[in-house]
């Protein structure tokens, strides 16, 4: 008897928990002032007029980045192996475009994720903080949507930049419920927590789902979500914002048809985890919904630009790059020229410490777009990195590797893993005693240095001139730039094709 007793007693305090657990729920059954509530109606409610010219024109850039980066992104191996996947398992459904192929269209949900696997292929795509990729699991989603409307009820250009930015909106809002957002990640990647969040909202706004439809749209989305750090530098990370557009077009789509989930997805309900399962330190606020005659919601990108990147590289990358490009124009001076390693002693890098983006010696391009070595010996090397630095050949040549082989990392208390505050210093010993530093705060394309519209605009001639004639990547400019004035988004749309 007393071991039954002794048995029993762990079981009976699991199902006290469970029935707490239970309840808890079951006492909420989603009344109007929930935090999930407040953000179906944010979505649902929000209108065009709520959209600054402040926020239209940053959101307007980023659509144009975004499209640049998939464009070149379409030209990559493992783009293409997502591309013939689909093709292949799938049965054809011609409906929406895909970018670089001119012949090619796949239903609206695999067109949304291999456009996502183009636009991250690279690692090109715009950075926010707290640290994720926004625009890569949004754009891929609205576009293949719209596709999918009628020819006659395509959204207005003002629609489909209200859908974009309601999708960015989302996921900064959900990020700032977390201080371990904030800093560079270490368990899940971030596109894949909000990235399907953003995308869904997106959608479910450009379909014009009541209130209801949109909190069940972000709850089906929440369980669609999640992919871990380990996958980060492999071919693999790409898919994370392809699955990010597709899962989140998705559990739009299954809303629109009156799937339900949870009502208390975005809410901190003790016992039963919700969004809160993916940080540790969630603390939820619910979301003002701006009314028809409210002009006073503030949209986070409003208040923070987005960083944009000059070469495809993991985002800390570019502190690096810079400090050490400086030194490289110290060693070299103005006119173009290489660095020998012949003059190099020691080259010490104080970064914050991140364990993915450490790597001595990158054996793949994806290795290499995350590694704080090779990003710094490319830019002490040549002056510079950019796209080409990551080719095989690049990678291969004996006086980088050389320059590899000297390295050490430092990570100063004073330099946190957090885009908002780290710095990249670069410090190089010559064979001769002579110690030359670099140092970066602020790179060039962060949100608190943007890129120039000039700048910005040569880097997407460069990308999407590699897959389009000029004339045509002249037109995509136009029509971005005119989109919030377009009654019809089909003009941007038919320049995809």
Same mark, same amino acid.
Not at 124 to 143: E, I, N, Q, Y
Not at 174 to 180: A, D, I, P, T, V
Not at 303 to 331: I, N, T, Y
Not at 423 to 441: A, H, M, N, S
């Given at each position: ?49 709520? !959209? %600054? ?5 940053? *959101? #307007?850039?980023?659509? $144009? /980045? ?6 070149? =992104? ?70 293949? !949507? %719209? ?5 006659? *009820? #395509?959204?207005?250009? $003002? /629609? ?6 309601? =999708? ?70 790409? !898919? ?258």
């Amino acid at each position: 008897m007393f071991k039954l007793q002794k048995t029993l007693k762990p079981v009976l305090a699991v199902r006290r928990i469970h029935n707490s657990a239970v309840e808890a729920v079951l006492r909420h059954p989603a009344p109007d002032d929930t935090v999930t509530a407040s953000f179906g109606k944010f979505i649902s409610g929000v209108k065009p007029q709520h !959209l %600054s010219s402040v926020v239209l024109h940053r *959101s #307007k850039r980023m659509v $144009l /980045d975004s499209i640049g980066v998939g464009l070149i =992104g379409s030209t990559t191996e493992v783009f293409e192996m997502a591309l013939q996947y689909c093709q292949l398992v799938y049965g054809p459904d011609p409906i929406s475009s895909v970018y670089g192929h001119r012949d090619t269209r796949l239903s609206p949900t695999l067109a949304a994720f291999v456009n996502g696997v183009a636009t991250h292929s690279m690692d090109f795509d715009d950075t926010w903080h707290p640290a994720t990729h926004p625009s890569g699991a949004v754009l891929p989603a609205v576009l293949a !949507l %719209s596709d999918m409307m009628p020819a006659n *009820s #395509k959204p207005s250009g $003002l /629609d489909f930049l209200l859908a974009f930015n309601v =999708g960015i909106e989302i996921q900064g809002r959900l990020m700032r419920f977390s201080n371990e957002a904030h800093n560079i990640p270490k368990r899940f990647h971030p596109p894949t927590v909000v990235g399907p969040m953003g995308s869904a909202a997106a959608c479910a706004r450009l379909l014009s789902l009541d209130p209801s439809q949109c909190s069940h749209a972000l709850a089906i989305a929440a369980s669609l979500a999640g992919a871990p750090m380990a996958n980060a530098a492999t071919q693999c990370k790409p !898919l994370h914002i392809g699955n990010a557009s597709r899962l989140g077009l998705e559990a739009a789509l299954l809303a629109s048809r009156g799937l339900e989930a949870s009502p208390l997805v975005l809410d901190a309900v003790a016992g039963v985890a919700g969004f809160n399962a993916f940080y540790e330190d969630y603390v939820p606020q619910p979301l003002k919904s701006p009314s028809d005659n409210d002009n006073g919601h503030v949209f986070l990108l409003e208040e923070q630009d987005m960083g944009f990147k000059r070469f495809p590289a993991h985002l800390g990358m570019h502190w690096v790059a810079d400090a050490a490009a400086s030194v490289h124009k110290v060693l070299v001076g103005v006119d173009p020229g290489k660095v020998s390693p012949d003059q190099v002693q020691d080259i010490l890098l104080r970064v914050p410490l991140s364990k993915y983006i450490n790597r001595p010696f990158p054996e793949s391009e994806h290795e290499a777009r995350h590694s704080f070595q090779f990003n710094a010996c490319s830019a002490l090397l040549d002056g510079e990195v950019a796209v080409q630095s990551f080719s095989p050949a690049a990678m291969s040549r004996p006086e980088l590797h050389a320059l590899l082989s000297r390295v050490r990392l430092e990570h100063p208390q004073d330099n946190p893993a957090n885009f908002n505050r780290m710095y990249g210093e670069v410090q190089v010993t010559l064979v001769g005693g002579d110690i030359l530093k670099g140092r970066c705060d602020t790179f060039y394309g962060h949100w608190r240095n943007p890129l120039t519209n000039e700048s910005l605009r040569k880097k997407f001639r460069n990308n999407a001139g590699v897959v389009l004639p000029s004339e045509k990547v002249e037109r995509l400019i136009e029509a971005v730039e005119e989109l919030d004035r377009l009654d019809d988004c089909g003009a941007l749309l038919s320049q995809l094709e």
